[in-house]
Structures are given as structure tokens and as C-alpha cells.
């Protein structure tokens, strides 16, 4: 990282090599469709590069900082309604997730690290997961999901927040 | 700070670290956190969870095009930034030079002085000459691999203020980056998209957005050979099979 901070492509190559693949994933995961992903992933990327001396070890590691960035980029674009519609009009997405899988030893583990965190996920009752999910996968204001849910939204807060850490304590291990 | 004030915050926490809070509402949130080590101890804690979210997700594997426009961009940014610190270091040095003769001039007689003075400017000057040439791509060291940039012919009734041009690498099978000043901000559905102009055949290379200084940049991922022109139309998010209008910006190889 510390190369990159000096501006160095090469250094910067090798963090996209080893980030690019969750990043493009979590856009795709929020957007549902592979060009949406690939623009937001691209203009995340090019901020990283340039702002680059902004990133601080002590605040967290490289791949919650880059993934914190595609995140907001993914919602900037969901609440731009570039691809609300879209995805709720079109099969589009559905059928991309379908693709053939991998099968390099990279992927394996990612898969089998997404199958933990998911089951974890799954565990918390419904309307937690349901919450936490519409708001940091659909990028969904709090009051936006009341509306959908047809809740207060006091209700609505007090579910992430205990959804999250409920969360918290079972990937820790701990009995939630 | 109130009771009342801090529990209102505070149910906020989880809508914050999740991105729900309206903007109004995240940086009321983020001032609250400031001054409030229980909202922050409590953002501590639950932060693991939400960074734990990304990790759900299954693997999709992006496609080689987007390493390829990315890194486009990159090296032409880091040569860029190259330029400029040599630029930034001969003007520093041709200072640093005049500086210098001031501080010699002031103890000689004026004869003395005259003489010294002409012959110190001139070195300045031929030295200062030879980098600027150096720099703008006419020497024959490094120079023959450091990129060119050609000017684009710009549609001034529809972008009066618009100006662009496209930096070549030394080797055009390694596509190009195009650099864009002056253009105005798209509304939230549209976007500038780039086009290779090839014979017959007009291909989508990449789309782009403009901040509010209107600066942008976009990559041409194809290879440039046997091109005919590069250019720029706007259109609808996220990017037209085929360009909807005629060019507003264009630079023809």
C-alpha cells in the first residue's frame, strides 16, 4: 500500500489483482447487472488511485476501505435510480448470477467464506436479515424500507441495530 | 448534551453504519459522534458486522476489460504526474539559479556585474531550454517512449467551453486515455461515452462522468491502429449500443 501511496501502477495493479474480485462482486451483488457493476467498480477504482493518501492503516485494512468505497459508489447509483427500475423491471440479473462458476482455489475459499458469513446472516430472524439486507444490498433509506415494510421506522432502526449485533457476536463465535 | 438528544442518535447507529440515514440525517449523526464516546464505542463494536457484509456475497469475476480501462488511466495519471514534478523541478532549479545571481551581483562592481549577469542568464536560459524541450517531447533520450497528446475538435455550439485531447501511448495497440476539461455535468441518467471510429464500424469504449470543474477521463481500450477518429457522444445510462448523435468532441488520427 505504501507504494501505491507513492504512486506507483505496478503497486497499484497488484491491489486491484487482489481486490478487484470483491469489489466487481459486491457492486454486481447491489446492482444486479454486470455493465452497472463494472462502471461503478471502474469509477471506485480511479478514486482509490486518487485519493490514495487518504487511506490510514490504523482505520481499518485495505479491502474494508476499498470495499467501503464501492459500497458508496453502488448506492450513489441506486438512489441516482439508474438501476432500481432496471432491476425490478428486468430478469436481467437473476439470469447473470446463473453464470458457470470458478473453481481456481481463490474462488473455492471466497465461496466458502461467503457461505459462513451468509448462514450467519440467515440465522438472525427474518426481519433482521430482511432490514440489514434492503439497506446496505438494496441501498434503501430507513425510511424508504418502512414505507416498503410497512413499519415505524423507529422499528426499523432498532432492528439493524440489533440484526447487527446479533451478527457481530456470531461471527465472533459468541452464543447470540 | 441532552438525554433526550443522545437517545435519538443513538437508535441511529445501525441506519448509519449501513448507509440509511438520508445525508442530512449522517452528518447530524457524524457531529452527534464527535462528542459522544458512547455512540462511538457503539459504532466501534457493531462496525465488525457491516464489514463482515461484503463477505456474504458470491464471487463474480469481473471482466479483463475493466483491469485493462482501469489501468489505462492509471499509468496515464502517473505519467502526467511524472511531467509535471520535472516541470515543477526546472522551474524551481532556473529560481533557484536567478536567486542565486542576485545574491552574487550585489558584491561586484557594475562593469563586473554586467558581464557576470550575461553570462549566468544565458546559461539559465540555454539550460532552461534544453529541459522545456526535454519536457515537451522533442528530445531523442526517454522521449521517443513518453506519450503524445493530440487536440480534439470540440463542438462549440453544444459545449461552448468544452476542450479535450487524447494521450497517445508509444504504442497504439495499447489504446489511449482521453482527457476532457470544461464539459457540463449530465443530468442523473445520462453519460459521456467514448467511440472508436474504425472504417465502416463505430465501438463503444468506455463511458465517464464530469465532476462540477468539468474535468474528466476515459479510457480507449482498444487498440488505435488503422483508426479513424476517436470520439464523444452523451447519452443514456449506463451506455448506448450505438451512438445516438452526432459527436460533440472528436480527434481524428
Same mark, same amino acid.
Given at each position: 500500500?505504501?507504494?501505491?501511496?507513492?504512486?506507483?501502477?505496478?503497486?497499484?495493479?497488484?491491489?486491484?489483482?487482489?481486490?478487484?474480485?470483491?469489489?466487481?462482486?459486491?457492486?454486481?451483488?447491489?446492482?444486479?447487472?454486470?455493465?452497472?457493476?463494472?462502471?461503478?467498480?471502474?469509477?471506485?477504482? =480511479?478514486? %482509490?488511485?486518487?485519493? @490514495? $493518501?487518504?487511506?490510514?492503516?490504523? #482505520?481499518?485494512?485495505?479491502?474494508?476501505?476499498? =470495499?467501503? %468505497?464501492?459500497?458508496? @459508489? $453502488?448506492?450513489?447509483?441506486?438512489? #441516482?435510480?439508474l438501476v432500481h427500475e432496471k432491476r425490478r423491471s428486468s430478469a436481467e440479473g437473476i439470469e447473470e448470477r446463473f453464470e458457470a462458476k470458478e473453481t481456481t482455489p481463490g474462488e473455492a475459499a471466497r465461496r466458502e467464506e461467503a457461505r459462513s458469513v451468509r448462514t450467519a446472516l440467515e440465522d438472525l430472524p427474518d426481519e433482521q436479515t430482511r432490514v440489514i439486507e434492503l439497506a446496505y444490498f438494496?441501498?434503501?433509506?430507513?425510511?424508504?424500507?418502512?414505507?416498503?415494510?410497512?413499519?415505524p421506522i423507529g422499528t426499523v432502526k432498532g432492528r439493524m441495530r440489533l440484526g447487527l449485533d446479533k451478527l457481530r457476536r456470531s461471527l465472533a463465535g459468541v452464543a447470540a | 448534551m441532552s438525554v433526550e438528544r443522545h437517545n435519538a442518535q443513538e437508535e441511529n447507529v445501525g441506519a448509519y453504519l449501513l448507509s440509511a440515514l438520508t445525508e442530512i440525517e449522517e452528518r447530524a449523526f457524524e457531529k452527534h459522534l464527535q462528542d459522544c464516546?458512547?455512540?462511538?464505542?457503539?459504532?466501534?463494536?457493531?462496525?465488525?458486522?457491516?464489514?463482515?457484509?461484503?463477505?456474504?456475497?458470491?464471487?463474480?469475476t469481473p471482466p479483463a476489460r475493466l483491469k485493462t480501462s482501469l489501468m489505462a488511466t492509471v499509468r496515464a495519471d502517473a505519467r502526467e504526474a511524472t511531467g509535471e514534478a520535472r516541470r515543477q523541478g526546472l522551474a524551481r532549479r532556473l529560481r533557484d539559479r536567478v536567486a542565486?545571481?542576485?545574491?552574487?551581483?550585489?558584491?561586484?562592481?557594475?562593469?563586473?556585474?554586467?558581464?557576470?549577469?550575461?553570462?549566468?542568464?544565458?546559461?539559465?536560459?540555454?539550460?532552461?531550454?534544453?529541459?522545456?524541450?526535454?519536457?515537451?517531447?522533442?528530445?531523442?533520450?526517454?522521449?521517443?517512449?513518453?506519450?503524445?497528446?493530440?487536440?480534439?475538435k470540440v463542438d462549440k455550439t453544444r459545449v461552448p467551453n468544452g476542450s479535450g485531447s487524447l494521450v497517445l501511448p508509444a504504442d497504439a495497440r495499447d489504446g489511449a486515455v482521453l482527457r476532457v476539461h470544461g464539459l457540463p455535468t449530465l443530468e442523473n441518467d445520462s453519460v459521456y461515452q467514448v467511440w472508436l471510429k474504425r472504417k465502416d464500424e463505430v465501438i463503444s469504449q468506455s463511458t465517464f462522468t464530469v465532476g462540477e470543474d468539468g474535468e474528466g477521463a476515459a479510457a480507449v481500450t482498444d487498440s488505435l491502429e488503422s483508426a479513424d477518429a476517436v470520439m464523444i457522444t452523451r447519452e443514456r445510462a449506463p451506455r448506448a449500443k450505438a451512438p445516438t448523435e452526432a459527436s460533440i468532441l472528436r480527434v481524428r488520427l
Open positions: 500500500m505504501h507504494l501505491v501511496q507513492e504512486g506507483d501502477p505496478r503497486a497499484f495493479e497488484l491491489l486491484y489483482d487482489r481486490h478487484g474480485g470483491p469489489a466487481f462482486s459486491l457492486a454486481y451483488r447491489m446492482v444486479g447487472n454486470r455493465v452497472t457493476a463494472e462502471d461503478i467498480s471502474q469509477e471506485a477504482f =480511479l478514486s %482509490i488511485w486518487r485519493s @490514495r $493518501a487518504r487511506y490510514q492503516a490504523d #482505520r481499518g485494512s485495505v479491502r474494508t476501505w476499498v =470495499l467501503g %468505497i464501492v459500497h458508496h @459508489r $453502488a448506492i450513489d447509483a441506486l438512489r #441516482r435510480n438494496g441501498g434503501f433509506s430507513h425510511s424508504q424500507i418502512a414505507d416498503m415494510l410497512e413499519m | 464516546p458512547v455512540c462511538q464505542d457503539e459504532v466501534d463494536r457493531l462496525r465488525s458486522a457491516v464489514d463482515a457484509l461484503p463477505r456474504s456475497v458470491e464471487p463474480a542565486g545571481l542576485n545574491d552574487a551581483l550585489m558584491g561586484m562592481r557594475p562593469g563586473a556585474a554586467w558581464v557576470a549577469a550575461s553570462i549566468v542568464l544565458l546559461t539559465g536560459v540555454l539550460g532552461g531550454a534544453t529541459g522545456l524541450y526535454a519536457i515537451s517531447g522533442g528530445g531523442t533520450s526517454d522521449d521517443d517512449n513518453r506519450p503524445q497528446a493530440v487536440a480534439a
